[in-house]
């Protein structure tokens, strides 16, 4: 089965850290380009970071910028994003994506493969 399936969520409070992975069944990431992105309630979905195949072009959402860490390890066939300085308004179920193109916020359905989701929540 081709699937994408993040882990990592969970809760945190503000200021705190968490990471999230990425992992690939059934197919070989080593060739696509790896998305983050989230989904608040009540709110549209957010493209949150990119990550070339090699990992060498990334890129990052104004409202993540400098805060959140997106990774790849080709061998273990995974994708992370490392959070840190979280904050409420970062609560939102968080999906991996893949692109066999180049990774784009937009459109909606440019991603070759979906992750489920997790759902991160940050609160005091």
């Known amino acids: 089965q081709l699937q994408l399936v993040e882990s990592g969520g969970g809760s945190a409070q503000p200021g705190g850290s968490l990471r999230l992975s990425c992992v690939a069944s059934?197919?070989?990431?080593?060739?696509?380009?790896i998305g983050w992105f989230r989904q608040a309630p009540g709110k549209e979905r957010e493209g949150v970071s990119c990550?070339?195949?090699?990992?060498?072009?990334?890129n990052y959402a104004d409202s993540v910028k400098g805060r959140f860490t997106i990774s790849r390890d080709n061998a273990k066939n995974t994708a992370y994003l490392q959070m840190n300085s979280l904050n409420p308004e970062d609560t939102a179920v968080y999906h991996c994506?893949?692109?066999?193109?180049?990774?784009?916020?937009?459109?909606?359905?440019?991603?070759?493969?979906w992750g489920k989701g997790i759902l991160v929540t940050v609160s005091s």
């Open positions: 994506a893949a692109f066999s193109r180049r990774c784009v916020f937009e459109p909606r359905n440019a991603m070759d493969y």
């Open positions: 990550i070339s195949s090699s990992g060498g072009r990334t």
């Open positions: 059934g197919f070989t990431l080593d060739y696509y380009a």
